[in-house]
């Protein structure tokens, strides 16, 4: 969680396929991604610390309860 490039990897994709709807990422996932890289560009250092606490706690949520990855927690 401390590396704060992996914003990168996770606005390309979630890793668990299916963003929550609380995802702070979900408002981009319709973007080309040199437009996802230039808005993660425009992040201040806390918005992105923000984003990745997030994308930790709901990884740590998921991996947890032992749901299989493909799918948000809500529609389980």
Known sequence: MNDENSI???SYNCPYLLREQD???LKID????????DWINSLSREEKHI???H???CS????KIG??????LKAI
Request: charged residues 20%; hydrophobic residues 35%; aromatic residues 16%.
């Open 8 to 10: 990168y990897g996770i």
């Open 23 to 25: 995802c702070p990422l």
């Open 30 to 37: 319709s973007l080309l991604f040199k437009n996802k890289l």
């Open 51 to 53: 984003i990745l606490t």
């Open 55 to 57: 994308h930790y706690t």
């Open 60 to 63: 740590r949520k998921r991996d």
């Open 67 to 72: 749901l299989n990855w493909h799918y948000p």
